[in-house]
């Protein structure tokens, strides 16, 4: 088993910061993809971030700049970092990881619990 385990949401005034985490722990090989989704209320879950095992990143174009998505391998941990937030990045965020199990070598793909973020204006 796979389980993830997040911190680090809140509120926060607009231009502020916070930094999220997530935890992998269990039956772990290695971790290939680790990424950032987040949805708003009454909107799709979208990308945020995304990292691979070869710390190539992908960023949504509205938080270029903003946010920094980065990983610790040696601890199974994948963190976002998000500067100048704003009220539109409001959402709950979701830690997302596609890892390779022990013993079976099966890829499997884990999801958060989610994190609140919410920006006041």
């Known amino acids: 088993q796979v389980h993830l385990v997040e911190s680090g949401g809140g509120l926060v005034q607009a231009g502020g910061s916070l930094r999220l985490s997530c935890a992998a722990s269990g039956s772990i090989f290695g971790i290939n993809t680790m990424a950032w989704y987040r949805q708003a209320t009454g909107k799709q879950r979208e990308l945020v971030a995304s990292?691979?095992?070869?710390?190539?990143?992908f960023y949504l174009d509205f938080v270029k700049g903003r946010f920094t998505i980065s990983r610790d391998n040696a601890k199974n941990m994948v963190y976002l970092q998000m500067n100048s937030l704003q009220p539109e990045d409001t959402a709950v965020y979701y830690c997302y990881v596609q890892a390779q199990q022990y013993y079976s070598g099966n890829y499997v793909t884990r999801w958060g619990q989610g994190t609140q973020v919410t920006v006041s204006s």
């Open positions: 990292i691979t095992s070869g710390e190539k990143t």
